[in-house]
């Protein structure tokens, strides 16, 4: 607002608040003024920006726990939370990612555990990175939620080592990274000793070699371990092509490959590096086949369209390998992607293309297409139960015949609403609603609106080894889905329901056995799918043969067994 000025505020209104509670066990028998407290502020996970100070201290609602370790938190806006328990004498406990939902009471079901601080260190050898620079170290504590991470500390190393007193115990990712910032090391540690020592081991494997674009050398930026890896170490090729790098440890890597000239965006999965037996460096050449996808993109009148987003999924391996935006005359190219089915699709705005197949392969390195862009149907839905709508609850929804889902959030009226091509009659979706159970089901469009319901009755999904285990059954060369009714479900979904129930206080396993509690009752079928298999099915509809099936009575448990499921493949 500028000085002297006025300005008038919209109406406000007032909504009935969500409220919070729970207990810290530490804090029984202490009086309210006591030491024991709790602070209750928005999450913010290991990758959000930094805040000013001033505006999260007004953000921050603090609240003592009574003489018997109860707190409560009224008058709450829906949202996502970190909350922190102190009392002197012991570490803080953060409890992270924390959901309250409109007109609702949440419990954390878990007692906040306080522990005596320990003193952590940890060493490094070799004692400076390649370089002679110290070691950049950062500390994250886990979270609840699956993949969620809340950053604790950062420093360097002096001699190699760095400490932390006053740390409290739990669930750490430390990442150890050189001064250019490559990644060498991204490992756990739990903490529960009152002296907690991390020794971390870096052997270096000095590897050399030469990139390919076909038979041509290429020039580019080079990430072993990915792009986005949890471990990733950079380097570049030479205008011949030729590479240098140190590694941490022989085996399969992930390296992307990066050029603007030509424009190439590849990831090879799986790059062998050798045991190195001497010496000499081990000697990697990596290769991309000279294929290439160009076009344009234009609107139902024919004009180009500049800007748009063009991308290409890879069902084979279930990731998107290339993303562009279209030029000013709506020209796109992708360069050397693999050889196999693709799907090519653009996104400007509210318009969107229909999917084109693309097969590459040495016979036919080369596709132009011409992507015409169509605005699709707003479709309004309404996510319900037995007892009413449903607010809060995260969707995956599929339109029949189309192999490309949106993810949506619904509202505090349990409502959302997505587009879809021209002509869409029905919706798959899965439903992970708090409060009710995980729902897969399909919805009929009618007048622009659809209406989805959550599952009344349910049970749980017991899988030996957990989900991952489910995923490597299908390695290689296929992928693994689990099918109810007819409607996929992505693995990364049941994952992400795994981590909520966690949260809620559920009990979800181990690593022998996860448990995949309130899941809607009835059968399931984890499928193995290659690659012209998903294609058949995600197109066509096509349903996959080579399945094991389970059952989820009410009340009752089902086995998914991986094993079982090799068996019977």
């Known amino acids: 607002m500028p000085a002297d000025s006025a300005r008038k505020l919209d109406r406000l209104t007032f909504v009935p608040g969500a409220s919070l509670f729970g207990f810290v066990p530490a804090c029984q028998g202490e009086a309210p003024e006591s030491s024991c407290e709790v602070l209750l502020r928005p999450y913010r996970d290991s990758h959000s920006e930094d805040v000013d100070p001033g505006r999260q201290a007004l953000l921050t609602t603090e609240e ?8 409560l938190f ?3 806006s829906p949202g996502t939370y970190e909350l922190v328990a102190r009392k002197d004498g012991y570490a803080s406990a953060h409890v992270f990612p924390l959901q309250v939902f409109p007109h609702s009471e949440s419990e954390i079901a878990a007692p906040i555990e306080l522990s005596r601080p320990i003193d952590l260190e940890v060493s490094v050898q070799p004692a400076t990175d390649l370089s002679g620079k110290p070691w950049n170290l950062r500390l994250l504590e886990v979270g609840l939620g699956t993949g969620t991470l809340r950053s604790l500390d950062q420093g360097q190393t002096v001699d190699g080592r760095w400490s932390r007193p006053g740390t409290e115990p739990g669930e750490y990712l430390l990442k150890v990274a050189d001064s250019s910032g490559s990644v060498w090391y991204s490992e756990r540690h739990e903490s529960r000793k009152d002296l907690q020592k991390i020794e971390v081991w870096l052997p270096m494997i000095a590897v050399e070699g030469e990139v390919f674009l076909g038979d041509a050398p290429l020039e580019a930026e080079l990430w072993f371990g990915g792009r986005y890896g949890n471990r990733r170490l950079h ?9 240098r790098i140190h590694l941490p440890q022989a085996g399969k890597w992930a390296t992307a490959i990066q050029s603007d000239s030509p424009k190439v965006t590849r990831t090879l999965r799986d790059v062998d590096v050798p045991e190195s037996g001497d010496t000499e460096p081990v000697v990697v050449n990596l290769r991309i086949p000279d294929t290439r996808i160009f076009g344009k993109v234009s609107d139902e009148g024919m004009f180009p369209v500049a800007d748009a987003i063009v991308t290409v999924i890879d069902y084979d391996r279930l990731e998107r390998p290339a993303s562009t935006r279209t030029d000013d005359s709506g020209s796109f190219e ?9 799907q090519v699709f653009a ?4 318009l969107r293309s229909e999917e084109e197949i693309v097969s590459l392969d040495e016979d036919r390195a080369q596709r132009r ?20 709508p449903v607010p809060g609850a995260m969707l995956a929804l599929v339109p029949e015949g189309n192999p490309n889902g949106h993810q949506k959030a619904t509202d505090v009226r349990g409502q959302f609403t997505v587009r879809v091509p021209p002509g869409t009659t029905a919706i798959d979706f899965v439903a992970l609603p708090p409060g009710h159970p995980l729902t897969v089901g399909r919805g009929l469009i009618q007048e622009g609106k659809v209406r989805l319901e959550t599952a009344y009755q349910s049970g749980s999904l017991l ?6 285990a489910l995923a490597k059954t299908a390695q290689p060369g296929g992928s693994l889905v689990i099918f109810r009714e007819g409607v996929m479900i992505e693995l990364g979904l049941l994952a992400e329901w795994q981590g909520m129930q966690q949260s809620l206080g559920h009990d979800v396993g181990d690593a022998e056995l996860s448990i995949l509690p309130n899941i809607a009752a009835g059968g399931y079928k984890a499928c193995i799918l290659r690659r012209e298999e998903r294609l058949r099915f995600v197109v066509n509809g096509t349903h996959p043969t080579r399945c094991s099936s389970t059952f989820v009575p009410v009340g009752g448990e089902g086995f998914l067994d991986p094993a079982r499921l090799r068996e019977e493949n």
């Open 64 to 71: 003592a726990v009574d003489e018997h370790g109860f707190f």
């Open 74 to 76: 009224s008058a709450l």
């Open 235 to 243: 380097t570049r090729s030479d205008e011949d092509g030729k590479y």
């Open 334 to 342: 992708f360069v050397g992607l693999g050889p196999g089915e693709l």
């Open 369 to 388: 297409l011409l992507l015409t862009l169509q605005k699709g149907d707003r479709i309004t839905g309404t996510l319900t139960s037995p007892i009413g």
């Open 463 to 468: 899988i030996p080894g957990g989900i991952g």
């Open 347 to 350: 996104v400007a705005g509210d």
